[in-house]
């Protein structure tokens, strides 16, 4: 992601253009996450933090 400059990123999917200087921290951020926790997949979801946690909720009442 680096590699691609800033104003070519938003062609990518999932990167909207207020979050094309972000994403990269973000890739290094959960890179260096995922080893330290010895995470080898992740499963990728379009939701976001707080629509989980409110599904788990709501999952957990039911």
């Known amino acids: 992601l680096?590699?691609?400059?800033?104003?070519?990123?938003p062609a990518l999917p999932g990167i909207t253009a207020d979050r094309t200087f972000q994403i990269v921290a973000g890739g290094i951020v959960l890179a260096e996450a995922m080893a330290v926790f010895k995470v080898k997949e992740l499963e990728v979801s379009p939701w976001?933090?707080?629509?989980?946690?409110?599904?788990?909720y709501l999952d957990r009442l039911g």
């Open 2 to 9: 680096a590699r691609i400059p800033a104003d070519a990123r």
């Open 48 to 56: 976001a933090l707080r629509e989980g946690v409110l599904l788990r």
